[in-house]
Each structure stands twice: as C-alpha cells, then as structure tokens.
C-alpha cells in the first residue's frame, strides 16, 4: 500500500477516543449525504440503522401461520407452538416470535412495516461476501470498492476530509455505535467515515473526565495522551454540546449492560435530542449465526439464543421509539434492521439452521404506513435440506425507498447510486416533502373514508395547485391504478374512488404534486 493509499484509508479508520455509555462511536465525517439530508423538507430526518449480524432465521421471527402444517414438517425441532405465535392486527396467516410483545403492540398501532422476503439474486452465503454485498449495494457477481452511501457523498462534498467540520456542517453527518468504520461509507478514494472510539463510559465523556490510567509513568503517559486526544477530536465538542442538552426520557429501557442494543439506541435517541445534526445511526447486534441450540432443549422452542436476540430487539426497539415520542422528536426518526441472509426452510439435526437466503426486515417509527409488504414464504412439501426462502424484494428496493421518500434523491441520482434501477416500496407515509409551501395545507393531510372501503372511499388530500396524480398500488408496490392526472386549484380537495372492483387487501396510495408527495393505506374489506 503506497502512502496516498495508506493516508486515504487511515483517516477514514482512525480510532479516537470518544465512548457513549460505554459503547465506542464511529462519526462518518462530515459529508454530502449531511447536505443531501438538509435539503428543504428533509433537513431534520434522521435514519436508523440496525444490523444483526450473523444472519437473522426470519422463518421463526415472522411466522407464517398459513402454511403451519408444512413449516413443522421442515423444522419441527424448531418450530415455535401455534397457540404461542403473536397475532397481528389485519391477518391471520403471518404472526410474531412469542417474546416479541413490544414490537407486536407496535405494529398493531402502525409503526412496525415488515418487509417480507429481502434478499438479492443469486445468494451467496458467506458471511463476509453477503454483508459486502449489503453494505456497498453491488450485485453478487461484482465487487465494488465503494459503499453506497459513500459514492453519494463523493458527489457533493469533493476534497473531504480538507476544511470540514466548518460553521456551516459542525457535526458529524452520522454515527455508528462500535469499533470499525462501515464499508457503507467508502468514497472513491477514501473512507468518508472517521472512527472515535476507547473510553469506556459515556457520561465520562460528556463530564470531560478519561478513565483511571495506572499510577506509573507510563499510567501517567497514558493519562496525558488519552487527555489530548479527547480535546482534539474534531466532533467531540458537538457531540459533547448535545449530550448535554438532553436526558433520556423513557423508563422503558432495560437495565443498563442488560440488553446492548437499547443502550445504543439510547445514545442515538440523547443524541436527537439534544440537537446534533447527525442524520444517519448505526448500531448493531450479534449473535444470529444459529447453526447449532437455536432454541432451548428444555424450555421450549419459543425459548433459547435466538428467543433472547428477538426479545432484545422488541425491548429495544419499542423503548427507543417511546423515548423519541417522549421527546417530540418520532416525527424526525426512521429505523431499519438488517441482516446479511436468512436461514435455510429445514432445520438441522442440530436445534439449528443453516445460513440461507431472502428474510424479513423490519422498519419503525411514526412516519410509516405500518403492516405487512409481501406474501409469506412459501414451504415446500417434503422440504430438502438445500431449500431456501425465495426472495420477493430486493434490498435496494428498501433502500432506493429510504432515500427517494425520506430523503428525496432524484430518480436519476438513484440509479446512478444503486447502479441500477430500483422500483420503491410504499411504506413511508410522506408529509407534504416542501416546508416553503402554505402551512394549512400541511394540516390538511392525506386520508380516505371509509377505509375500510367496500364499494367506495373519499380521498381527501391538499393540493398546492398544478397537476396532481394518485396512483393505487399493491402490497407488493405494484400499480394498479392511476387514481388522478389532473390539474387542481390550491386548496383542500377530494376525490371519490369506485373499489368494488378491488379484491379484499392493503393497497396504498401515492399523491405526487410537485414537490409534494405523500401516501397512506386504503383497505379493502367485503
């Protein structure tokens, strides 16, 4: 490695010394996806992201208890009680993993979407190869050297690291909880992620204090370099200034050390609060590679290691969100979970699986048009042990989702991004995307009554004057049909729908009108 090289990759994962209650943070340096985020409308989204590393079994996350009879026959080792499966609001044939109580309540209140079947073609299943192919959104034949949040930040701030922060990008434009620098983040060049990292406690940092070093010289050394460090950290003041102004309101969070996800997204939800422009978060946990003792020998399948993660996850997840509504801030807040694969259909002789292809993702937060996007897995009959869980959605769906609807990157720039073109899913529910725009239009909403609808349903929605089109589309995000194409005076409007023609389902609808935009569920019940 030459010296450019060596400099270009060094800087992006140099370590410095910063933790948040105990957890280490990596500040992505200032960067263009900060000036992509503070576009008008968009200046105040802030994206969560959460990885679960080692693979995630969706078939025992999100069950599908429409096909029951057949996923006994492929695992039955494994498989949890029916009696036992959480029930979700609207449907009968898709339930949750018993322990995860929290995220159930959740999605009955609509602000789970559960994304079913994500994956990408031609799988493949090593760890570090699918997580790659995550991270840098490539597909399984190519390899790219940059991530894909990393090529959009190439686009706006060239010559990073030199001259930022600055007055104008104070902050640091994301933060990931752990030790190592995203390859999400690559530029072309260089890493446009910096890591800061060591002390071990938070309020250690936002007090000023470092850890106890040993009382020798060397101690005394140690004592003085990590002081240094500390004060030189280009971020360190912002991120101690919102530390400062804010407390964490929820008493939903477990015991600290208890579960390491909540107390991450407990830094990510001070953080918000206090004001740091970071848009983007990510946090993560491990724990998912379940060859072998998926569940307990001796408590029952809907307990044991994989029990424990989900549980963590609901916990976490659902204090999270109650500490973001507690602080006014949910409106501002959208969270992914992820994992590199799935598991396979059959389980092991092992009370396991092995590693496996397309599964579920979840997204929360308030911003959501909440419920189940896709049709469960389908169990074949006398499964076989190379079965896997075809893929309904492709990963960048989600994400060309996320930045085109909570982000607002054009359609071109998405494909320039993603490397290819990417349909959207409609699991935002969008405010109207323009600030600038007459602010009683902005309370006017989105909405149809009935909805339920049976032979008809009002949509009401605010136009800004200009063309307005509606489309309707499925669960799947496929359009179905082109609602409205014409002009409307500035103003609260409405349109009547005929849906008797519609078979019983979720469907969505989009409104496009200008730089508005803005969608909402319809339900079609006989």
Do not use: C
């Not at 933060?175 to 890493?191: E, H, R, V, Y």
């Not at 101690?219 to 240094?228: Q, S």
């Not at 390491?260 to 978060?281: E, H, S, Y």
């Amino acid at each position: 490695m030459n010296r450019k090289d060596f400099i270009g990759k060094s800087i992006g994962a140099g370590l410095l010394p910063v933790v948040l209650n105990g957890f280490s943070i990596e500040a992505f340096a200032d960067s263009p996806l900060l000036g992509f985020l503070n576009k008008a409308g968009n200046e105040d989204h802030v994206l969560v992201l959460i990885q679960l590393n080692g693979g995630n079994d969706g078939l025992n996350t999100v069950i599908p208890l429409d096909q029951y009879e057949k996923l006994v026959e492929a695992r039955g080792n494994i498989t949890i009680t029916e009696s036992k499966v959480l029930a979700l609001n609207g449907t009968q044939a898709t339930g949750l993993h018993p322990v995860m109580t929290h995220m159930q309540n959740m999605y009955n209140d609509g602000k789970i979407s559960i994304i079913q079947n994500v994956g990408y073609p031609n799988q493949d299943y090593s760890h570090f190869r699918s997580t790659d192919i995550w991270l840098t959104a490539s597909d399984a034949d190519k390899y790219e050297d940059t991530g894909w949040m990393g090529r959009y930040l190439d686009t706006k701030f060239p010559g990073f690291p030199t001259n930022y922060p600055n007055a104008n990008y104070p902050d640091p434009p994301a933060i990931q909880i752990g030790a190592l620098i995203s390859p999400a983040l690559q530029g072309a060049n260089m890493s446009l992620g910096i890591s800061i990292t060591d002390p071990t406690n938070f309020y250690n940092f936002v007090s000023g204090t470092v850890d106890t070093a040993p009382d020798t010289p060397m101690g005394h050394e140690l004592t003085f370099v990590r002081l240094v460090a500390q004060q030189t950290q280009q971020y360190s003041g912002s991120v101690k200034a919102a530390a400062d102004k804010a407390t964490n309101l929820s008493t939903l969070y477990p015991t600290a050390g208890t579960n390491t996800l909540a107390d991450q997204l407990k830094i990510v939800a001070r953080l918000v609060a206090g004001g740091l422009k970071t848009r983007v978060f990510m946090v993560s946990l491990g724990g998912f590679d379940t060859h072998a003792g998926q569940v307990s020998t001796t408590g029952g399948t809907e307990t044991g290691v994989h029990a424990t993660l989900l549980q963590k996850i609901s916990e976490a997840v659902n204090a999270f969100q109650d500490d973001l509504k507690l602080l006014a801030i949910d409106q501002r807040v959208l969270g992914m979970t992820f994992s590199e694969f799935g598991r396979r259909i059959k389980s092991n002789d092992s009370l396991g699986t092995d590693h496996g292809a397309a599964a579920p993702l979840f997204l929360f937060g308030a911003k959501l048009n909440g419920g189940i996007f896709g049709p469960n897995a389908v169990i074949p009959t006398n499964p076989s042990p190379g079965d896997n869980v075809a893929m309904n959605y492709d990963f960048r769906q989600v994400y060309a989702t996320i930045l085109k609807d909570w982000f607002e990157v054009s359609d071109s720039d998405l494909t320039e991004l993603l490397r290819s073109n990417f349909s959207t899913i409609p699991f935002i529910n969008g405010a109207p995307t323009s600030v600038s725009e007459n602010i009683g239009l902005n309370q006017i909403g989105l909405s149809n009554y009935p909805n339920p609808a049976n032979e008809y349903t009002m949509i009401r929605f605010p136009s800004i004057g200009g063309l307005v089109q509606i489309d309707l589309l499925n669960s799947k995000g496929e359009l179905v049909l082109n609602l409205a194409n014409e002009y409307f005076p500035s103003g609260a409007q409405k349109i009547r729908i005929e849906t008797a023609s519609l078979p019983t389902g979720i469907y969505y609808y989009q409104l496009n009108n200008g730089k508005q935009k803005m969608s909402n569920k319809l339900l079609v019940k006989r």
